[in-house]
């Protein structure tokens, strides 16, 4: 089993709907939490980190929850060029591990 | 500034010959990272460096050799090349206290026939 888990999708939305993606981890002990994007034949690019308190960019909002041991990302009016693969990541001081991805498909 | 770069960025070996993927960076980064990642497999960690001079193992670095001489460049190498080891590669450097935030190179696309 991995330690982070997220479902690998994809998720078809259409444009300007609302859209969330939860992920798993397994270590209590983590102590950092993110989001990366990764477009197609691209290397992954940090999104956003989380933070206990949750966070938010723009239309880009991420949530953790330590009881539950997830992290969530919500993106709000979703746009054709939000299609890409988010990798969701958790870790200690510097070895952070990654879940697979997931998918996010946006059409007209 | 060009970050993270990597070379080369296509190759294609046949099994059993050797090769060295070079990763240079230059944000004077202490940690660097050598990823694979296959399709549906994620991103998986070969081998990773916490400044010059020093190596560790990750998550599959059977097959894999590492060097980090110069703080600005991590090799990876690969001896006996074998099918198993067609993948995309990725290296990645990060500052001391910022494990999150990562600068990944753009990759180096592998065959191995």
């Known amino acids: 089993r991995k330690e982070v888990e997220q479902d690998p999708g994809p998720f078809n939305v259409p444009e300007g709907a609302t859209v969330a993606f939860n992920c798993t981890y397994s270590n209590s002990a983590s102590q950092s939490f993110f989001w990366y994007r990764q477009d197609c034949r691209k290397e992954p690019k940090l999104l956003m980190s989380?933070?206990?308190s949750g966070n938010e960019d723009g239309r880009f909002t991420a949530q953790l929850n330590r009881a539950s041991q997830y992290i969530s990302l919500l993106i709000r009016d979703s746009k054709l060029s939000d299609s890409a693969t988010y990798l969701c990541?958790?870790?200690?001081?510097?070895?952070?591990?990654f879940g697979r991805g997931t998918s996010l498909i946006v059409h007209p | 500034n060009a970050g993270v770069t990597q070379t080369p960025k296509f190759r294609v070996l046949k099994t059993g010959q050797s090769m060295t993927l070079l990763c240079a960076q230059d944000m004077n980064h202490e940690y660097m990272y050598w990823y694979r990642q296959d399709p549906g497999m994620g991103l998986r960690l070969i081998h990773y460096s916490v400044g010059e001079g020093t190596t560790a193992k990750g998550e599959v670095p059977d097959g894999y050799n590492v060097s980090r001489l110069k703080k600005q460049n991590f090799l990876l190498g690969l001896e006996s090349a074998a099918p198993s080891q067609t993948s995309v590669y990725f290296c990645a450097a990060h500052r001391t206290g910022k494990p999150y935030e990562q600068y990944f190179g753009p990759g180096t696309r592998l065959t191995v026939t």
């Open positions: 990541g958790a870790g200690g001081s510097y070895i952070p591990t």
């Open positions: 989380v933070y206990s």
